[in-house]
């Protein structure tokens, strides 16, 4: 059985610059593929942005030095935000040219055929859904992508843009763990003060259930907050809860970050951490995540200690 963890690419390919991909970022991304291979991971997630496309590129050496990894992992990546140039300043660009010659480049840079999972990264503002199922029909006739979903949107957007669709969203990727718990103070905290939030969720999370779209969690492992060093500034709740999740680990006989991934993955919306590391031994110490069961108990401590008040 497939792991539910995802490997997300996004720290390989050396720095965010326009300088060349050298022999020891791919050394470093085969490094952090093989610990992800090695506990189960067989979805890699990239964008076309990340490292200003070094990162896909570093997969198509892997593919070279690998050669049966392609035909090992569903491939997926992003396209739609757009860095400051002559034409404008940074942007979110959903247009049906823009999302096909995307999608050319990244199959270029990563030196493959097709592309198994599309996602568009950011909402834009100026998105015609007739445009992007344009763009939709005309990659998925080539066969060069083979499904499509999307990133950081609401259950608003979504509905608007699957009207006009003629395939099924089948990703939505959000920014959700213990640290970035706005997803989950929106059902807990329903007509409570403790809710409010700037943040459109509404229905979010119950609509992508509904209809199939599996949701996806970046910045799953809190930027290592729980379980690793705390940040300069850390509440006392940050510190009591990363003692927690230590706790935890000893009693599940896990590493801490296993803990942290185990408290997404028990919510029944079948979240799909996407583990951002690019560190070999961080990677492999979320192998135990999908193992720890964690009690309701155990779940509402670390949700409370999190939140750092009692829920109403």
Known sequence: MASRLIYGCMGLGGGWNQEPLTEADIGHAHAAVEAALDIGITCFDHADIYTRGKAEQTFAALFKRIPSLR???VLQT????RFADGEGPKRYDLSAAYIVGAVERSLQRLNTERIDVLLLHRPDPLLE???INEAWLVLSNAGKVGALGVSNMHA???RHL???????LVANQLEMSLAKRDWLETDTCFNDAQG?????WQDTLHHCQQHGIALQAWGSLAKGWFSGALPAGASAADGETAALVRRLAEQHG???ESIVLAWLLRHPAGIRPVIGT???????ACGAAERVKLTRGEWYALYQSARGQELP
Request: aromatic content about 0%; charged content about 25%.
């Open 71 to 73: 035909e090992r992992i």
């Open 78 to 81: 992003k396209c739609g935000i």
């Open 129 to 131: 859904p007739d445009e």
């Open 156 to 158: 608003g957007q979504i």
């Open 162 to 168: 699957s009207a006009r669709l003629t395939t099924p």
């Open 196 to 200: 409010a939030s700037g943040l459109v």
């Open 254 to 256: 896990a590493a801490p």
């Open 278 to 284: 690019s560190h070999p031994e961080r990677i492999r």
